[in-house]
């Protein structure tokens, strides 16, 4: 019976949960407009596993969000996924930021889109039909009037994540559906790690890197004066 702890720290939600065989049954997350990931993300995998008293060496295997996101975040949760799948040599395997919010999203038909803010008028998105089978994969875009015109005069379209906000000032299409206020969890990972875990879809715990989609540009303060 696998029992498999998950990561999610692709945004400003440091989240942790645990599943068994595919099922979370517990979930500690700090779900808030700031980043708390280095002091918190240890803290919550250690308080998830004593109040639902699993030792760490029931893990079976670790779940990381590999992204795309936020190149802090993503550092953090894979430096401490990578850090107990050593200790206790357990596999690793990695989970889609943006297909494991698409989870969050139960219809019967139509398009998701989950989307992740990014620079200016640009998200991080992908796009799924309402089994989670994708359609399109992760693309890093420039909004404008027309974006996803081609799905959205042919059914409905529901837009997800935290990119949502500037989407929704922008489309104003009848078919487009905004579900607003809405993060990445660990909660919904973990039957997608499970069937990859059931598989042997797992990574190189020494060489496997986040998936951050564009390259990282670090911004040189202004001289002072």
């Known amino acids: 019976m696998a029992i498999i702890l998950s990561i999610e720290t692709a945004t400003t939600n440091c989240s942790v949960s645990l599943s068994k065989e595919g099922e979370t049954f517990a979930l500690k997350e700090d779900y808030n407009n700031g980043f708390s990931h280095a002091e918190r993300l240890h803290v919550f995998i250690n308080d998830i596993l004593k109040e639902n008293h699993i030792d760490k060496s029931e893990i079976d295997a670790v779940a990381i969000s590999k992204g795309p996101g936020s190149y802090t975040g993503l550092r953090i949760g894979v430096s401490a996924a990578k850090g107990l799948c050593f200790a206790l040599n357990i596999p690793l395997i990695s989970v889609s930021t943006l297909e494991a919010m698409a989870h969050?999203?139960?219809?019967t038909k139509g398009i998701i889109i989950p989307m992740l803010d990014a620079r200016r008028m640009e998200v991080?998105?992908?796009?799924?039909?309402?089994?989670?089978?994708?359609?399109?994969?992760?693309?890093?875009?420039?909004?404008?009037?027309t974006s996803y015109a081609e799905f959205l005069d042919k059914s409905q379209v529901h837009f997800i994540g935290n990119g949502v906000e500037k989407t929704k000032a922008l489309i104003t299409h009848k078919k487009a559906v905004f579900i607003e206020h809405k993060l990445p969890s660990?909660?919904?990972?973990?039957v997608l790690a499970f069937?990859?875990?059931?598989?042997s879809d797992t990574e190189d715990v020494a060489y496997f890197e986040p998936y951050y989609l564009k390259d990282f540009v670090a911004i040189k303060p202004k001289s002072k004066r």
């Open 104 to 107: 969050q999203v139960n219809i």
């Open 124 to 145: 991080y998105a992908a796009i799924y039909n309402a089994n989670y089978q994708p359609i399109r994969g992760i693309e890093a875009e420039v909004l404008d009037e």
């Open 186 to 190: 660990a909660n919904e990972m973990g």
């Open 195 to 199: 069937n990859k875990y059931k598989k």
